[in-house]
């Protein structure tokens, strides 16, 4: 990222509207221990949703996308509201281990990553996607990759370090 731009760092927890920027990255974490305090943050969701709307770049992984989602149900079921970029709920309620590694294609970009996540998605059947993922052995997962306006979503985190590899992908999800 630093080779492409100048990198400022903000909170989605704390932060109550994002930085200037051309690009925003959700490297992904674990929301399910934020959900109250990105719910409550009601500024930042705004100001992320509006920057989509707005033709802003985001890529989001696993957690980020997550946050992305319209909804996030918590173990114990209570669901917390999110930005709603996309329209889809992602639930830590009957949890379940997801893991391996991944190769993604999209328009002849191969993206490398792994996937590791506990939650499942739903209501994601009209959400627009983009390339198709493989496991390590080359056998096609379900692991989607969501695409709305310049944002891009995925429980895949890509490894993006290798030279090129992040103005291609930037390229590609421009519109």
Known sequence: FKEIGNVIFYSPVTDEKLPQADLVYLPG???????????????????IKD??????????????????GKSIIDKKGKEYPMVGIFDFTTSMADMKLHL???????????LLGHEFHYSTIS??????????????????????????????????????????????LLNIIKQ
Do not use: W
Not at 51 to 68: S, T
Not at 154 to 168: A, D, F, I, W
């Open 100 to 110: 391996g590694y991944r190769k993604t294609l999209i328009e002849g970009l191969e």
């Open 29 to 47: 974490g674990y929301p399910e221990f934020y959900t109250q305090k990105l719910a409550e943050n009601s500024s930042m969701r705004q100001s």
């Open 51 to 68: 920057f989509a709307e707005e033709g802003g770049q985001i890529i989001a992984e696993c957690g980020g996308m997550m946050y992305l």
């Open 123 to 168: 209501g994601e059947e009209n959400t627009a996607t983009i390339g198709e993922s493989f496991s390590a052995r080359d056998k096609k997962v379900n692991t989607k990759v969501f695409q709305y306006k310049n944002v891009i979503a995925s429980y895949t985190h890509y490894y993006l370090g290798k030279k090129g590899v992040l103005k291609q």
